[in-house]
């Protein structure tokens, strides 16, 4: 079993920056794709960013690309640096362990395991 836990979120103001840390624990073992996903009030979850095994291949969607970056520190902590926050960025921010694969997906379901999710409020 894996466990994921998120943190670093908050409220900031539009044009701030903050930067998520995401833990894996438990029955982690070698490199595996992870990722961030978003889910704002009223709206489903969406793909925000993944990373790659090796942490040299990043996938960002279109709205976050050259704000947000995604990085590894090792096989087990993620972070992701949100910069030029928007109003719109709202949401609360959830991490992905993707076990058995290499390459990063931008589906949820190719995801195994999940965090609870750190709340980000950017404020206008």
């Known amino acids: 079993q894996v466990k994921l836990v998120e943190s670093g979120g908050g409220l900031v103001q539009a044009g701030g920056s903050l930067r998520l840390s995401c833990a894996a624990s438990?029955?982690?073992?070698?490199?595996?794709?992870m990722g961030w996903f978003r889910q704002a009030p009223g709206k489903e979850r969406e793909f925000v960013a993944a990373?790659?095994?090796?942490?040299?291949?990043a996938d960002y969607t279109d709205s976050v690309k050259g704000r947000f970056a995604i990085s590894k520190a090792n096989a087990n902590t993620m972070y992701l640096q949100l910069n030029s926050l928007k109003v719109e960025d709202t949401a609360v921010y959830y991490c992905?362990?993707?076990?058995?694969?290499?390459?990063?997906?931008?589906?949820?379901?190719?995801?195994?395991?999940w965090g609870q999710g750190t709340q980000v409020t950017v404020s206008s």
């Open positions: 438990g029955r982690t073992f070698g490199n595996y794709p």
């Open positions: 990373i790659n095994w090796s942490g040299d291949t």
């Open positions: 992905a362990f993707r076990l058995g694969a290499y390459d990063s997906s931008r589906r949820q379901g190719d995801y195994e395991y």
